[in-house]
């Protein structure tokens, strides 16, 4: 049971680039997240997804996609990279019963857009 | 709206001296309340949760948080610090009637320092 993972560990990107952000959870969550975290701050809500096919934004969007195809993936894309999204982004995944839902994260990716 | 504040963005301590972490929150509903650690380099690791059972939450490695309603207050402790427990702690917030997801606020986290 590998609980969440996400590749890349690390990237570079330069602006105007695209890439997409990997998020895998093995313990058959529906629900999953995608935050970023900047330098001395707490993490915010990219978008999230309550089960496969749906997906809604947070407190963050702009500039970034979601798809949720599988229970199991959850892929962050960005397709015009802007040296505003330098940050490392989290993803997370939780039970759909029961509250409070505890929310597991991933390792994390440090992303660099220059 | 849901908030919280982490009154201390830096705490030093001695090995072997207690930790207290601060923690307010703000939420327009009964919420759930956690404590989050990341170590440098990594994920984040939940350390406890409040679940509107016990107001004295147990979590791990030693740790402990009380929830005061009449103070909105979240603070983590413990009675001795340890160096490995040198990391980034973030309190969180969750109103229990956001709806089906379980949307999240984070403080600013506190960067506990622990020296020999």
């Known amino acids: 049971n590998a609980g969440v993972t996400q590749t890349p560990k690390f990237r570079i990107l330069k602006i105007g680039q695209s890439m997409t952000l990997q998020c895998t959870q093995d313990?058959?969550?529906?629900?999953m997240y995608w935050y970023r975290q900047d330098p001395g701050m707490g993490l915010k809500l990219i978008y999230y997804?309550?089960?496969?096919?749906?997906?809604d934004k947070g407190e963050v969007p702009n500039g970034y996609n979601v798809s949720r195809s599988t229970t199991e993936d959850f892929p962050l894309r960005l397709e015009l990279a802007a040296p505003s999204q330098t940050s490392v982004y989290f993803c997370?995944?939780?039970?759909?019963?029961?509250?409070?839902?505890?929310?597991?994260f991933g390792p994390g990716t440090r992303l660099t857009v220059l | 709206a849901q908030s919280v504040t982490q009154l201390d963005s830096h705490v030093s301590v001695s090995e072997g001296t207690p930790v207290l972490l601060r923690c307010n929150y703000s939420s327009s509903y009964s919420p759930s309340l956690f404590w989050y650690v990341q170590h440098p380099n990594k994920g984040l690791q939940l350390l406890l949760k409040y679940t509107s059972a016990a107001t004295l939450v147990k979590g791990i490695n030693g740790f402990e948080a009380e929830f005061k309603k009449s103070e909105t207050s979240f603070h983590l402790t413990k009675p001795s610090a340890h160096m490995s427990d040198a990391a980034e702690y973030f309190c969180v917030v969750r109103d229990i009637n956001t709806g089906t997801a379980s949307k999240l606020t984070f403080g600013t986290g506190t960067r506990l320092q622990v020296t020999l």
């Open positions: 997804s309550v089960g496969a096919g749906i997906t």
């Open positions: 313990m058959n969550h529906n629900y």
């Open positions: 997370a995944s939780s039970r759909a019963q029961g509250a409070p839902d505890t929310q597991y």
